[in-house]
């Protein structure tokens, strides 16, 4: 639906002190705030929301009633150059000297940072403007990459983008749980690309961080990377669940935690090993073997609840094998020492309890859950469509 009259003197008025400010970056960094407020409430496709409000926006604003208008009218001309009519947008004389620096910037720096468990990948592009007296300071580019999700769950430009960088690089050199590199340009380009097109598409956008109001700014930083040259990079196939299942059964890990015996329940082990596989495929890359506080506990807190029924035999195998899971994917993984002693810290201390307290409240059971955990408790065979549509008929006025 396209925006009144009266969105465009809204914008307006938000920009009329934009001729104030003492720089490009300045003003630019007002524009995107400005169109992320179109970017948030855009209820579809996001990035067509966006470009189509500044395209109407040129249009309603010829010709511009002050030079804060023209100013504005380059400034969003500059963050989204596709827009209709943006090509067309001239420097006004009546705009302040920083305007003819809008956009006017070069990549300096790729790099990208991220965690030994391969949770979060965050990709970090330094830029410099051609006129640092008009157009500002240095300043960085960071799209955050949640691998969980599969989606940019961050966006943000920050000023002083040397200073930012030397901050991350001495962070990472100093904790062994994250690692740091220098990253090729293309590829980073394509990878923070291919995730913010993911977030666009969300029906709800990640509340923490300065996504909307960011995104415009960083869009238009990122699209002066070359476009990816090097070809994907070939992975080795990883394991097949079976025989992950069956290196498993035969590891010190299933030994030491007593999955070994006898007097293991088979049944109940194969049970809760084919959840932990199950949950690892329904990640973003599929990796059954990538495992983490956090992944684990997406699994025990949430996952587990909503998509599996366990009786009381497999809620009291459930915490053995994730103690054991955890020792033997953290070895198979070769992550360093304090990332297995945080992995098997949290599931003790933090992820068994309350995975046994939601089990005991059946808080976290979906529906469709609940309603198969009580058809076994009433004795009814799930796969016996008869004694289904009977139980049914009885509970129908439930």
């Known amino acids: 639906?396209?925006?009144?009259?009266?969105?465009?003197?809204?914008?307006?008025?938000?920009?009329?002190?934009?001729?104030?400010?003492?720089?490009?970056?300045?003003?630019?960094?007002?524009?995107?705030?400005?169109?992320?407020?179109?970017?948030?409430?855009?209820?579809?496709?996001?990035?067509?929301?966006?470009?189509?409000?500044?395209?109407?926006?040129?249009?309603?604003?010829?010709?511009p009633s002050t030079p804060a208008a023209a100013t504005i009218r380059e400034v969003f001309a500059a963050l989204v150059p596709d827009a209709e009519g943006a090509t067309t947008v001239g420097h006004d004389t009546a705009t302040p000297h920083w305007a003819a620096q809008l956009g006017r910037v070069r990549p300096t720096g790729c790099y990208a940072y991220g965690d030994v468990y391969g949770d979060q990948t965050s990709y970090l592009v330094t830029f410099g403007y051609e006129d640092t007296t008009g157009g500002g300071?240095?300043?960085?580019?960071?799209?955050?990459?949640?691998?969980?999700?599969?989606?940019?769950?961050?966006?943000?430009?920050?000023?002083?983008?040397?200073?930012?960088?030397?901050?991350?690089?001495?962070?990472?050199?100093?904790?062994?749980?994250?690692?740091?590199?220098?990253?090729?340009?293309?590829?980073?380009?394509?990878?923070?690309?291919?995730?913010?097109?993911?977030?666009?598409?969300?029906?709800?956008?990640?509340?923490?961080?300065?996504?909307?109001?960011?995104?415009?700014?960083?869009?238009?930083?990122?699209?002066?990377?070359?476009?990816?040259?090097?070809?994907?990079?070939?992975?080795?196939?990883?394991?097949?669940?079976?025989?992950?299942?069956?290196?498993?059964?035969?590891?010190?890990?299933?030994?030491?935690?007593?999955l070994t015996g006898r007097d293991t329940d088979q049944a109940s082990l194969d049970f809760c090993l084919s959840l932990i596989l199950d949950h690892a495929a329904t990640l973003p890359g599929a990796d059954l073997l990538r495992w983490s506080p956090t992944v684990a506990g997406l699994f025990l807190l949430d996952w587990v609840h909503r998509r599996a029924v366990l009786d009381m035999d497999d809620a009291a195998m459930l915490p053995r094998v994730v103690r054991a899971w955890s020792a033997y994917a953290t070895r198979r993984l070769r992550l360093p020492a304090a990332a297995v002693t945080e992995t098997m810290t949290t599931v003790e201390e933090e992820l068994v309890p309350e995975f046994a307290r939601l089990f005991t409240t059946g808080e976290r059971r979906s529906p469709a859950t609940a309603a198969v955990a009580q058809l076994l408790s009433e004795g009814v065979d799930p796969s016996d469509t008869e004694a289904i549509d009977a139980w049914l008929d009885a509970h129908r006025d439930e």
């Not at 690309?193 to 666009?200: F, K, Y």
């Open 137 to 258: 300071p240095d300043h960085a580019v960071v799209v955050l990459v949640d691998h969980n999700v599969g989606c940019a769950k961050d966006v943000f430009v920050a000023a002083r983008g040397e200073s930012l960088l030397e901050q991350v690089r001495s962070h990472c050199a100093l904790d062994e749980l994250t690692w740091f590199r220098t990253e090729d340009p293309g590829r980073l380009r394509d990878e923070a690309d291919r995730h913010i097109r993911i977030t666009d598409e969300l029906t709800d956008l990640p509340t923490d961080g300065s996504l909307a109001t960011d995104r415009a700014l960083a869009v238009s930083r990122l699209a002066l990377l070359p476009a990816v040259t090097m070809p994907p990079l070939t992975e080795p196939a990883g394991p097949k669940a079976a025989d992950l299942v069956r290196d498993f059964r035969s590891s010190e890990e299933a030994a030491r935690f007593g």
């Open 1 to 63: 639906m396209p925006a009144s009259r009266t969105a465009y003197e809204a914008v307006l008025h938000a920009a009329r002190d934009v001729i104030k400010l003492d720089s490009a970056l300045d003003a630019e960094m007002l524009g995107t705030a400005l169109l992320g407020s179109v970017y948030a409430v855009a209820d579809e496709d996001r990035e067509l929301a966006v470009r189509e409000f500044v395209g109407r926006f040129l249009t309603a604003t010829v010709p």
